[in-house]
């Protein structure tokens, strides 16, 4: 787990250039929908690695020969790297939208509507996680859904 946070950390270090230079390359709008898509979609995968990982050992190597924590490793990271590429994007967004003069003001609702989310969402995915008869993981495919709900709205803005 230690080893996971960790890789999870460095995933920043490496997913917030990119988040820049995708930016500069694409727009923020883009690199938004793009990241946030991505980030869904290892969330929505986590379900699903950790199905593969309690069904297929065998010596700690799945059937295809790759390690039973690689899947799930694999979806942490594409999760985080997507998350942490997003986070230049939104605040480019918010600069791009400020009013003038309200540059910083602007700048703090990203970060602000990020806590926002930690105010419902362990009450939504907690709920989930209690339900009996869902698979391992499902809370994880629940955000991953919601994430892409939030693409589709920032598409339609």
Known sequence: AGSLLSA???SGLLGAPLGGFL???LGAKTTMAVTGTVAAIGL?????ALVL???LTNNNESTSGIPTWACFTGAILLWSTSVASCGPATTALAQEFAPEGSEATAM?????AGDGVYLFAPF???SVADLANLPLGSECFVAGFCGLL?????VLL
């Open 23 to 25: 930016v500069d390359k």
């Open 150 to 154: 939030g693409v589709v709205a920032l």
């Open 53 to 55: 990982t309690n069904t």
């Open 8 to 10: 999870a950390g460095l």
């Open 44 to 48: 929505m995968l986590v379900p699903y």
């Open 124 to 126: 939504l995915l907690g």
């Open 108 to 112: 703090a609702l990203p970060r602000a």
